[in-house]
C-alpha cells in the first residue's frame, strides 16, 4: 500500500510548541500517521494525540536530528500537536 508523505509544523511559522498544521494548506494534522520528522534545538521534545506521545530529547545545538520511522509510523488520534523545549526550536513532521 502506497502513502503520500506530507509536511506538518507548528502553526504560526514552524518554531516553538504548538497544534501541528500541514506546511501547504495549513489544515490542522489529525487522525493520522508520522511517519518521521526533523527537529533543532536544546531540550525535549513531545509529539503529541489523545492516544499516544513520541518524545525525544536534544542535548547540544549540533543535535539536529532526523528520524523516519519504518512500517507503518506511529498513528495519531484526533489533534497532533508538539511541545517544544523553546520558542526558537524547530519541528518539522512526515506524516500520512
Same mark, same amino acid.
Not at 3 to 20: E, I, K, N, V, W
Not at 37 to 54: P, R
Given at each position: 500500500?502506497?502513502?503520500?508523505?506530507?509536511? !506538518?509544523?507548528?502553526?504560526?511559522? !514552524?518554531?516553538? $510548541? !504548538?497544534?501541528?498544521?500541514?506546511?501547504?494548506? $495549513?489544515?490542522?494534522?489529525? %487522525?493520522?500517521?508520522?511517519?518521521?520528522?526533523?527537529?533543532?534545538?536544546?531540550?525535549?521534545?513531545?509529539?503529541?494525540?489523545?492516544?499516544?506521545?513520541?518524545?525525544? *530529547?536534544?542535548?547540544?545545538?549540533? %543535535?539536529?536530528?532526523?528520524?523516519?520511522?519504518?512500517?507503518?509510523?506511529?498513528?495519531?488520534?484526533?489533534?497532533? $500537536?508538539?511541545?517544544?523545549? *523553546? $520558542?526558537?526550536?524547530?519541528?518539522?513532521?512526515?506524516?500520512?
Amino acid at each position: 500500500m502506497s502513502t503520500d508523505l506530507r509536511s !506538518g509544523q507548528p502553526a504560526g511559522g !514552524g518554531a516553538g $510548541s !504548538g497544534t501541528l498544521v500541514d506546511v501547504l494548506t $495549513s489544515v490542522t494534522l489529525e %487522525d493520522t500517521r508520522i511517519r518521521g520528522f526533523a527537529a533543532s534545538g536544546i531540550g525535549t521534545f513531545a509529539i503529541k494525540a489523545s492516544n499516544n506521545i513520541i518524545k525525544f *530529547t536534544l542535548t547540544t545545538a549540533s %543535535d539536529a536530528n532526523s528520524e523516519i520511522f519504518t512500517d507503518a509510523g506511529f498513528k495519531m488520534i484526533g489533534n497532533v $500537536s508538539v511541545s517544544a523545549p *523553546t $520558542s526558537a526550536s524547530t519541528l518539522i513532521v512526515f506524516y500520512g
